[in-house]
């Protein structure tokens, strides 16, 4: 089973700021990694799949790098929507598709 | 623009099964596999299970021996089943979409999901 590690756990940001956030791998997955938003109560939304597409109706200002074991989503001016926790998820590599414990982005 | 729709049983007692389904609304059926997730209150996200369009199945094999995932392709709609549950299964439990497999292949991320179903093990 591929292990996925997110880094930091809680990131704090004033509107406006760049967010950097990591995900890492613990086998090389390519280009094979998702991101993923969550707010409190809803399911979790697609933003990126295969390290770098944008999924359909994604701002522009979420951009993903990265390939092999080492992956960063940057969101480049946050809003205030975007307080959320975000979750990386291997495709590379099944049974079973895993996911990272998560990065909650809070307001600094 | 396709929307999951999902629903069952939320109050289970140790042993019994859980069962949900999940309806799907205005978009393809065919050429997708199917997934359910599910996350533990305050917790990450679990994949259990996925899929196709034939019927073909696989699962998260920390829950196989207990995790049946069905399609019934003229109702649009398929199911999971988890037999003797625990606390330990108390979850939102989520269907989700995978991307075309005409263009996917075996790749398999989640988009769009339902609404979650909360299901608690409780005695």
């Known amino acids: 089973e591929i292990v996925m590690t997110q880094s930091p756990a809680t990131l704090s940001v004033s509107p406006g700021e760049r967010a950097t956030l990591s995900c890492r791998a613990s086998?090389?997955?390519?280009?094979?990694l998702a991101w993923y938003q969550q707010k409190p109560g809803q399911a979790p939304r697609l933003l990126i799949y295969?390290?770098?597409t944008r999924a359909t109706g994604i701002p522009a200002r979420f951009s993903g790098s990265g390939s092999g074991t080492d992956f960063t989503l940057t969101i480049s001016s946050l809003q205030s929507d975007d307080f959320a926790v975000y979750y990386c998820q291997q495709h590379n590599d099944w049974p079973p598709w895993t996911f990272g414990q998560g990065t909650k982005v809070d307001l600094k | 623009q396709v929307q999951l729709h999902q629903w069952g049983a939320g109050l289970l007692k140790p042993s019994e099964t859980l069962s949900l389904t999940c309806g799907v609304f205005g978009g393809p059926f065919t050429d997708y596999n199917w997934n359910w997730i599910r996350q533990p209150p305050g917790k990450g996200l679990e994949w259990i299970g996925e899929?196709?369009?034939?019927?073909?199945?696989n699962y998260n094999p920390s829950l196989k021996s207990r995790v049946t995932v069905s399609i019934d392709t003229s109702q649009n709609q398929f199911s999971l089943k988890l037999t003797s549950v625990t606390a330990a299964d108390t979850a939102m439990y989520f269907c989700?979409?995978?991307?075309?497999?005409?263009?996917?292949?075996?790749?398999?991320?989640?988009?769009?999901w339902g609404q979650g179903t909360p299901v608690t093990v409780s005695s």
């Open positions: 989700a979409r995978g991307p075309p497999i005409a263009a996917a292949g075996r790749f398999n991320w989640f988009d769009p």
């Open positions: 295969g390290a770098s």
């Open positions: 086998q090389s997955i390519s280009r094979n």
């Open positions: 899929i196709m369009h034939s019927g073909s199945t």
